[in-house]
């Protein structure tokens, strides 16, 4: 169900048409190329066109399967320099990837707020709200990845100016409260409500064991906004468990090293080596896994949509819950040999052993009778 299937030439002519889409045009319309791509050796590398309408360099990158549900994009911001005054009646998640700089944030009401970022800075822009970003070197570039829910508003309205330049605020995502951006906020469970985190690098997390392998968690809600993101950690040694959902999860890699697995449902999964700033983006109900080979924890970020959970009647995304029950995650007790071999001989070219002994153990306890 969840392999590539490709068909004929000719039977894809039939549906060219369709895949055609107004988001598309407009991408295009900007003057930027799009990767097509569910992998990014790294965003920091990966080359930039001028993008005159928002005065820096971009370009966008979206796989097959999320282009009708969140998109991507890489921007940098000149030395010196900053972007046009910019609005739009989509969300947008940013993830500072290099460089240092300023976001000033404005509504119709005439309310006004300015916050400064850096490398590692983990922001949201409210729904509509005006905003500029700025860059705070004069000798250095600043480079940001963003994820926005553009595609689907595009697609509906099909009007840019009304889109891009629609005077109306969402006064419940923004309404100027000084606090807005400062670097704090409610924690919630494993959910935390904030808008603006200064070094999500390095954030404490909070301990999540249905994942596997001793990790750390963080969940985000931003701006009030409709999607969603988290931050995972894993110990040296250690890997995660196997899992599918659906398209449209961004996981950058924010330290540490390794490699992630991924494959459709009854194929041999492929390895995708990651170092900090590589991307890697699960294609529709692809099973992926993450491991580190590294000699520090790998902590990544994913920006997400809520397409991408599909959960269960009480609300559990089903990737969190054993396929033993019908969900979407691997148990290590059920994964295939070659997973462990890979990662024994992918740590040795380290001098490291696996350290899963213990979360092989601890999944033990929960672990559901297999049928
Ligand atoms: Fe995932």
């Excluded at 269960?312 to 995304?317: D, I, L, R, T």
Aim: hydrophobic share 35%.
């Amino acid at each position: 169900m969840a392999k590539e299937a490709i068909v004929s030439e000719d039977m894809a002519k039939k549906f060219a048409t369709e895949k055609e889409t107004p988001y598309l045009r407009w991408v295009r319309d900007e003057g930027l190329d799009i990767i097509s791509a569910h992998y990014v050796r790294n965003l920091n590398r990966v080359e930039l066109k001028p993008w005159a309408r928002r005065g820096g360099r971009g370009i966008y990158i979206n796989h097959e399967a999320s282009r009708t549900s969140n998109d991507c994009y890489v921007c940098e911001i000149p030395a010196g320099g900053q972007l046009a005054p910019h609005r739009q009646l989509f969300e947008e998640m940013i993830y500072v990837l290099d460089g240092r700089g300023s976001t000033t944030v404005w509504n119709e009401a005439g309310q006004k707020l300015s916050f400064e970022w850096g490398k590692g800075s983990l922001f949201a822009i409210p729904l509509n709200a005006n905003h500029q970003h700025f860059n705070g070197s004069g000798k250095e570039v600043a480079r940001f990845v963003a994820v926005t829910n553009g595609p689907a508003v595009i697609n509906l309205y099909e009007d840019l100016n009304f889109v891009f330049n629609t005077p109306y605020d969402f006064k419940e995502r923004f309404s100027g409260d000084p606090e807005y951006f400062a670097n704090k906020g409610e924690q919630k469970g494993l959910l935390l409500e904030t808008n603006f985190v200064a070094d999500a690098i390095n954030l404490p997390l909070i301990s999540a064991k249905e994942r596997g392998a001793g990790g750390g968690h963080i969940r985000f809600n931003m701006a009030k906004g409709s999607m969603n993101s988290h931050i995972s950690q894993f110990p040296i040694g250690t890997y995660k468990k196997g899992h599918a959902h659906g398209p449209g999860a961004h996981v950058i890699i924010m330290s540490g090293e390794g490699y992630s697995l991924m494959w459709p449902e009854g194929e041999e999964p492929k390895r995708y080596d990651w170092e900090v700033g590589s991307m890697v983006v699960p294609p529709n109900l692809w099973f992926h896994q993450h491991f580190n080979t590294g000699v520090t924890p790998a902590r990544y970020l994913a920006f997400k949509h809520e397409v991408v959970s599909i959960r269960n009647a009480q609300g559990v995304p089903k990737a969190w819950i054993s396929r033993r029950l019908g969900g979407d995650q691997i148990d290590y007790a059920d994964e295939a040999p070659i997973v462990r071999q890979l990662f024994t001989e992918a740590l040795a070219k380290h001098g490291l052993e696996p350290r899963m002994a213990e979360a092989y153990q601890a999944e033990l306890a929960d672990l559901p009778k297999a049928s």
